[in-house]
């Protein structure tokens, strides 16, 4: 086999490989031939389905186009209520080529970001409009599947311009901005330190009533046991000299003895005392007394 055989079973096998192209699972495929779209005998697009397929080597072009559903999560973007109030609202679309010629030529030649960026401005606009006559309340209380349902409703038509079908519109959060979120903290904090205070002032005001009763109870009850102890010293008083007296009455002269017996022991319990006295005085009667009559 000499050079040029070879070179031309080369040039075919190029020419043959150029000339198919394979179709992904999952995607579609448009040809444009001499910078136009390929088309049918009713002059509607020719959109490749998965698989292999032939084109004209070197001068069709082949674009691929994702035929799977894909989701656009854009950052999250600021509303106002029909109360005038901001919201912060982070949502997400579910979304699908429908029409593959239409989109190719309506996103700048199949371009999957200026596609995502019309839809999120047509998305915007339609929860701007829903979000504009609710109020805060209405959206968070339970009108939230409402409004994405007429979200989805109000850009459908819109989307199917460009050849895309909305599957799904979906309301993740609702935020309020960063500075009146401060607001509404710094406010409730202020009120639950309100109630705090009043608690706390109350609480006070309850122990020193506790306090007070406990104290004017303690009182009461130290007086009533002076009061009762008092009564019984007088009542032990009485009942002693109750028995001197009966003691006396029996034998005054040995009851005097006794009583000065006493006097003497408690006179000299040191013999370190000294007791001066006169010669005839009566403390030592019994000690100067041969008997005891």
């Known amino acids: 086999m000499n050079v ?55 001068i069709d072009q082949v674009s691929s186009l994702n035929a799977r559903i894909l989701t656009l999560d854009a950052p999250a973007d600021r509303f106002v209520t029909s109360e005038q109030k901001d919201v912060i609202v982070d949502s997400f679309v579910k979304w699908r080529i429908i029409d593959f010629g239409r989109y190719y030529l309506a996103t700048q030649q199949g371009n999957q970001l200026f596609a995502e960026s019309l839809l999120q401005s047509k998305i915007n606009n339609a929860l701007r409009a829903e979000f504009g006559s609710r109020t805060i309340k209405e959206i968070v209380s339970g009108s939230r599947d409402e409004l994405q349902r007429e979200a989805l409703d109000a850009t459908a038509k819109d989307a199917a311009e460009i050849g895309v079908a909305l599957v799904d519109v979906r309301v993740k959060q609702i935020n309020l901005p960063p500075e009146v979120s401060e607001f509404i903290y710094n406010r409730m904090r202020a009120e639950r330190e309100a109630v705090a205070r009043k608690h706390r002032s109350e609480g006070q005001e309850q122990a020193e009533i506790i306090r007070a009763g406990a104290d004017a109870k303690v009182t009461l009850t130290l007086a009533e046991a002076e009061r009762q102890s008092r009564a019984l010293r007088g009542q032990g008083d009485a009942q002693a000299a109750k028995i001197y007296a009966d003691s006396y009455g029996q034998n005054p002269e040995f009851y005097s003895l006794l009583r000065s017996l006493d006097a003497y022991r408690a006179s000299f319990t040191s013999k370190e005392d000294v007791l001066v006295v006169s010669p005839d005085s009566e403390f030592f009667q019994y000690m100067k007394s041969n008997a005891v009559n």
């Open 4 to 58: 040029r055989t070879l070179v031309i079973l080369f040039v075919a096998a190029v020419v043959a490989l150029s000339s198919l192209f394979v179709v992904e699972e999952g995607e579609r495929a448009i040809v444009k031939r001499f910078g136009k779209i390929n088309k049918d005998a009713e002059d509607k697009t020719v959109v490749y389905a998965p698989g292999l397929h032939f084109k004209v080597p070197f």
